[in-house]
């Protein structure tokens, strides 16, 4: 973890997109030092998120991981999915460990019945939603348009568009009925421009600011904020892997 304070990198608003973004770079080059399961939280007494319930998608390593550790680290309850359950339980039990507050279960954001479990578990433990980081998603490999197979096309678009459409689809309703609500959604400088040879990943990118544009417009009148942030590591688009 780094010394810099996510009081300090956080203020702007529940996880607003810069500051939220600068805090996971941190963390992430902290938890690339070290293996995930030496990794530890230091939970801040009375910290910025203490008593929030914080829903995390593709948080067994990467940004999610570090997301987790950071909102942990803060106070906030965590409660987190990713497809490998072994490495899952080994974070949460890590958070726990150094004083936090986390909860992992197995969930794939390309299967539906996965994604509404998964939302609901999380209501039915804890009672409310404040904050979900829709997170998880999956990088392609290099390759021209023509040589793409369509398989990897279905798979990244699957991943990283539908996850997060199902996400939102399960999260906004709980969020309706509370009165409140906060999500921020992992999107990519690829959202903005093109890359050669990531046709899929920039093409899922852009349909996650879509999608984050559009549910913004649709309940910004329900008092739930919905953004997106970017993150580019070195020159090359980066997310978590599930």
């Known amino acids: 973890m780094s010394n810099i304070s996510r009081r300090q990198l956080l203020t702007t608003g529940a996880m607003g997109a810069t500051g939220f973004a600068t805090a996971v770079t941190t963390q992430m080059a902290s938890a690339n030092a070290q293996n995930s399961s030496e990794a530890q939280t230091r939970v801040t007494p009375n910290g910025r998120f203490t008593g929030k319930v914080v829903l995390i998608t593709g948080a067994t390593s990467g940004i999610g991981?570090?997301?987790?550790?950071?909102?942990?680290?803060?106070?906030?309850?965590?409660?987190?999915?990713?497809r490998r359950e072994s490495l899952g339980k080994q974070v949460a039990q890590s958070i726990r460990s150094a004083g936090g507050k986390a909860t992992y279960q197995r969930a794939d954001v390309c299967i539906e019945e996965d994604v509404k479990a998964f939302v609901n578990a999380c209501m039915e433990q804890y009672g409310h939603i404040d904050i979900a980081f829709n997170n998880?998603?999956?990088?392609?490999?290099?390759?021209?348009?023509?040589?793409?197979?369509?398989?990897?096309?279905?798979?990244?678009?699957?991943?990283?568009?539908?996850?997060?459409f199902l996400s939102m689809k399960y999260e906004i309703p709980h969020m309706v009925r509370q009165g409140r609500g906060v999500i921020v959604n992992n999107a990519s400088v690829s959202g903005h421009v093109g890359f050669a040879t990531i046709a899929p990943y920039s093409a899922s990118k852009h349909a996650v600011l879509s999608l984050t544009k559009v549910a913004a417009l649709e309940y910004s009148d329900k008092n739930i904020r919905i953004n997106a942030f970017l993150l580019v590591q070195s020159i090359h688009p980066c997310c978590a892997v599930l």
């Open 136 to 164: 998880a998603g999956i990088e392609s490999t290099p390759n021209t348009i023509t040589d793409r197979s369509l398989e990897e096309w279905i798979n990244v678009m699957t991943t990283n568009a539908t996850g997060v």
């Open 65 to 82: 991981e570090a997301t987790a550790r950071a909102f942990a680290d803060e106070g906030a309850t965590v409660h987190f999915c990713g």
